[in-house]
């Protein structure tokens, strides 16, 4: 579907703005809010049969509540983020979460002052947004996110202190505040707010520091935050860091990470060259263990960073073995082809193959101008590459979203 990628970054961000409205956070663990935590601590942890199991025995038990239908959707929808087959389970999260709207109506029906139940029908709302998103109708995603933001603030109305409520429209706030090209036309359509970045992050701290259930998941946005809008490598590194040591069987997290390194050494530092290599092949093999086939992004950019790897310490033949499967397998809008053919130019031109680097060179400007490879391709047609890489590159300054090609 044509339009799917485009909305790649609002289908992680209702994932975190409905990874913590499962439940209302509260000071006091019931059984009921204990469970919950423990399904999410399986998901976030990429356990989902274990998570499953844990969201059918609270659904078992009380069938009339929407935790259970709101949590197992959650986890078909966090498993279905890095599977090329993921779509299969939008089917399952769909009917989950219309189930968990009625159930969460109905008992507002019964008591309108019931903040947990709007907190509940706000996320529902907001995983149904996601949805629209994802199936490319965003005039639909922007009016079920705004009943989701609506049901949010009113929880707050109902129960000031409840830190976690916070969360969903913290992250809603400050991706406003820096707006995709699409949500910028419907915000004009529908006279949306700006939003508040500083505001948006300082809420999301706050949760950081205070919130129960949802503590965990403002770490894990503002991870993303740092990498994939702000940009700042060292705090995204840090962040994910500590939730690869939280939740070690995730693959996700993982991939993060090794985002950051990859940040971190266009950046020029060089402490991660190994790094890179060791990295993505483990994410690979523990794939491959799984018996998991990686959406085609996130498979062919572990093609990508690993050859990157191999050319930064000096192993030529297997960094263009990796560098051309990258090529063969990427869509044609990858944002890394450019930089792709650049180095295999280069690493033709060490072999004294000028013919071969300057074909190289001349399909780098087919594609992206990231980090300056049009303008050093060009130069490298009329000099030879010698071996010396530039100290600076231009910096990236496009969002890079975790799914975007």
């Known amino acids: 579907m044509s339009p799917r990628p485009v ?25 009921r809010q204990h469970a919950v935590r423990q399904g999410i601590d399986y998901m976030l942890d990429e356990r989902y049969a274990r998570s499953h199991a844990v969201f059918d025995s609270l659904i078992s038990v009380e069938p009339e509540r929407p935790e259970g239908y709101l949590g197992k959707a959650l986890s078909y929808w966090n498993e279905s983020m890095l599977l090329a087959d993921g779509e299969r389970f939008v089917d399952s999260v769909d009917r989950l979460t219309g189930r968990a709207i009625k159930l969460s109506e109905r008992a507002l029906k019964n008591d309108n002052n ?36 609506d049901f949010l603030e009113e929880t707050i109305r109902l129960k000031p202190d409840l830190a976690d409520a916070q969360f969903g429209l913290g992250l809603a706030e400050y991706v406003a505040a820096r707006q995709p090209r699409f949500l910028r036309m419907v915000s004009r359509l529908l006279s949306l707010p700006d939003g508040d970045r500083k505001r948006g992050l300082e809420r ?5 520091r205070e919130g129960i259930y949802t503590q965990r998941h403002a770490v894990s946005s503002r991870a993303y935050i740092a990498l994939y809008y702000e ?15 939280r939740y070690p069987h995730s693959l996700d997290y ?15 530092r060089k402490d991660h060259r190994e790094a890179l290599i060791d990295s993505a092949r483990s994410i690979r093999f523990l794939a491959e263990e799984r018996n998991w086939n990686l959406n085609r992004w996130s498979r062919t950019k572990l093609d990508f960073i690993e050859g990157f790897g191999l050319y930064l310490t000096g192993n030529a033949d297997a960094a263009v073995e990796r560098l051309e499967i990258y090529a063969a397998e990427a869509t044609k809008r990858s944002w890394l082809l450019g930089p792709t053919h650049l180095i295999l130019g280069k690493l033709a031109d060490l072999r004294n193959d000028r013919e071969r680097a300057v074909g190289h060179y001349r ?3 087919k594609y992206e101008n990231v980090w300056g490879v049009h303008e050093e391709a060009d130069a490298y047609i009329g000099q030879p590459f010698s071996g010396e890489e530039p100290v600076r590159r231009p ?9 975007k090609p």
């Open 363 to 365: 399909r780098v400007r």
């Open 7 to 31: 909305f790649k970054i609002l289908k992680w961000t209702m994932l975190f703005l409905n990874l913590c409205g499962v439940v209302h956070a509260s000071r006091a663990h019931t059984p």
């Open 395 to 403: 910096p990236d300054t496009v969002r890079r979203y975790p799914e």
């Open 254 to 268: 993982r991939i993060r990470y090794l985002d950051a390194l990859f940040g971190l050494t266009i950046q020029g």
């Open 204 to 208: 999301l701290e706050r949760v950081a």
């Open 231 to 245: 940009k700042d490598y060292d705090d995204a590194r840090r962040r994910f860091a500590h939730l690869h040591l």
């Open 114 to 149: 019931d903040a947990e139940m709007v907190f509940l029908l706000g996320k529902a709302y907001g995983l149904r947004a996601g949805l629209a998103l994802i199936h490319g109708s965003p005039l639909d995603g922007v009016l079920h996110g705004l009943k989701c933001r």
